[in-house]
T-cell receptor, first 111, second 113 residues
């Protein structure tokens, strides 16, 4: 079963920051937080992941709370092309383990 | 090369047909996955292969038969499918190293008639 809870949908104005929350209150110490997104009818695309520290790459920033029970994905300047379903996944990064998707958040970026 | 290539992109098959879906990656990943995705739903895990051996089967019906002939290829053999098996079938691969992401293919859109 998925171990994350996300709001089913969110809107964001183009050019503004999109902040997507994820609750993972049962996360264990060796589980990573991964974010993927899926644009309509395409394969999921990796965005970012983290264990304890906040992370930033060219696509987004990941903020993980100190107790690791929740995180926020930040798209700093959302564009129309960022409209997609965003999935937050927690998983133990052992050999070939399960990667289980929750329901995700459908982000609509509006002009 | 960070691609996972799935073929065909679209497939229409009858309920008595036998067909196969193919997935290929050349990233040296030793974990490979099959997912099924229905419209407006998240991907559902079907199978996991670790070092070319089936390690996880999520209680998938036997009309779906996976095969991993080598470290770069993953097949999904289909036989006697039902219309409700129509879906997007996704393949993914991942390295065993900690803190590495999984890469997904673009999927095969399967329609069973």
């Amino acid at each position: 079963d998925a171990k994350t809870t996300q709001p089913p949908s969110m809107d964001c104005a183009e050019g503004r920051a999109a902040n997507l929350p994820c609750n993972h209150s049962t996360i264990s110490g060796n589980e990573y937080v991964y974010w993927y997104r899926q644009i309509h009818s395409q394969g999921p695309q990796y965005i970012i992941h983290g264990l304890k520290n906040n992370e930033t790459n060219e696509m987004a920033s990941l903020i993980i709370t100190e107790d690791r029970k929740s995180s926020t994905l930040i798209l700093p300047h959302a564009t129309l092309r960022d409209t997609a379903v965003y999935y937050c996944i927690v998983r133990e990064d052992n050999q070939g383990g399960k990667l289980i998707f929750g329901q995700g958040t459908e982000l609509s970026v509006k002009p | 090369d960070t691609e996972v290539t799935q073929t065909p992109k679209h497939l229409v098959m009858g309920m008595t047909n036998k067909k196969s879906l193919k997935c290929e990656q050349h990233m040296g990943h030793r974990a490979m996955y099959w997912y099924k995705q229905k419209a407006k739903k998240p991907p559902e895990l079907m199978f996991v292969y670790s070092y070319e051996k089936l390690s996880i089967n999520e209680s998938v019906p036997s009309r779906f038969s996976p095969e991993c002939p080598n470290s770069s290829l993953l097949n999904l053999h289909l036989h006697a499918l039902q219309p409700e098996d129509s879906a997007l079938y996704l393949c993914a691969s991942k390295a065993y190293d900690s803190g590495t992401e999984a890469f997904f293919g673009q999927g095969t859109r399967l329609t069973v008639v």
